[in-house]
């Protein structure tokens, strides 16, 4: 599981994270402080009574899961009112220097129901990407998400109605890195 980190500019936040079968409810007290959640297996829906800011610590834990394919990195998760229409990213490394860098890219996306008949990757529609995703459901919520694989290069995910936002991200022997859609 990955490890989590929320901080908040306002005294006495309250926070809840749903998952399909639990709900953590936690205040963050002083301005500048932060709680952790370690690892958090499943997608979660967080809510909080004034902005907060969170982050995803990718860990390595020397399990059965970790291979040479993998190596931690930290995002910072996107609010919902960053949410988008439309957006163009490329994946990072490979380049002449260092060819090999990452065996693999991904991208995770979340979309608004409203979003799922228009959305698009590449212009092919994600929905026949992953059939799955009208099932990938966050708790109480009308957001759905997927995670897809990309080839190197420069992607462009679009909807008509509705918006998405996510996170892109690499992985190589020894190395990682990811982006928050839109950085």
């Known amino acids: ?19 399909e ?8 007290d002083l301005p500048g402080s932060f709680k952790q959640l370690a690892e ?5 829906k967080w809510t909080s009574t004034n902005p907060v800011q969170i982050g995803q610590y990718m ?13 931690p990195d930290l995002v ?13 990213f490329q994946t990072v490394g490979n380049e002449a220097v260092n060819p090999f860098q990452f065996d693999g890219y ?8 409203e979003a799922l008949n228009t959305l698009k990757l590449d212009d092919k529609y994600v929905i026949g990407l992953d059939q799955n995703m009208v099932n990938n459901v966050f708790p109480n ?7 897809l694989i990309l080839t190197p290069g420069v992607h462009n995910i679009t909807c ?24």
């Open 106 to 113: 991904k991208v995770s996306i979340i979309a608004e129901l």
């Open 141 to 147: 919520s009308s957001r759905r998400w997927t995670k």
């Open 59 to 71: 860990m390595r834990i020397g399990g059965d899961e970790d291979n040479l394919n993998y190596d």
């Open 21 to 28: 079968d639990t709900t953590m409810l936690f205040s963050i």
């Open 160 to 183: 008509q109605s509705g918006s998405f936002s996510g996170i892109t991200y690499g992985y190589g022997k020894a190395d990682s890195y990811s982006l928050t859609l839109g950085s």
């Open 40 to 44: 958090l297996k499943k997608p979660a």
């Open 76 to 88: 910072i998760l996107p609010p919902a009112e960053q949410f988008v229409k439309s957006m163009i």
């Open 1 to 19: 599981g990955d490890l989590f980190r929320i901080t908040n500019i306002y005294p006495n936040t309250i926070v809840q994270v749903e998952t």
